[in-house]
């Protein structure tokens, strides 16, 4: 069973930044794919972004230029640096891990952020 928590959610400033990480029970180099969604309450659950075992990441166009996905093999977390953030991107984050293109993803329970002033 794969296990994923997310950390580095919190409130910021309209403008500001935040970092998350989702760190896994196993080794991230299990994964094809690892990436983000986001949730606020009485909204559709929103993909972010998500990065490939080859390197090739993907932007939802709402984050795109503001948000970088990337694995760290070191520490073995997969983490979202946010900038710029505006108060449309108050949610929880959640991040989920695929093995293969076929195989299910697996969650972690989020972490919120809020973009206030």
């Known amino acids: 069973q794969v296990h994923l928590v997310e950390s580095g959610g919190g409130l910021v400033q309209p403008g500001g930044s935040l970092r998350l990480s989702c760190a896994t029970s196993g080794s991230i180099s299990d994964f094809w794919a690892m990436g983000w969604f986001r949730q606020d309450p009485g909204k559709q659950r929103e993909w972010v972004a998500q990065?490939?075992?080859?390197?090739?990441?993907n932007y939802a166009e709402v984050v795109k230029g503001r948000f970088t996905i990337s694995r760290d093999t070191a520490k073995n977390t997969m983490d979202l640096q946010m900038n710029s953030l505006k108060p449309e991107d108050t949610a929880v984050y959640s991040c989920?891990?695929?093995?293969?293109?076929?195989?299910?993803?697996?969650w972690g329970r989020g972490t919120q952020v809020t973009v206030s002033s």
């Open positions: 990065i490939i075992i080859s390197g090739i990441t």
């Open positions: 989920y891990a695929q093995r293969s293109p076929q195989a299910i993803r697996n």
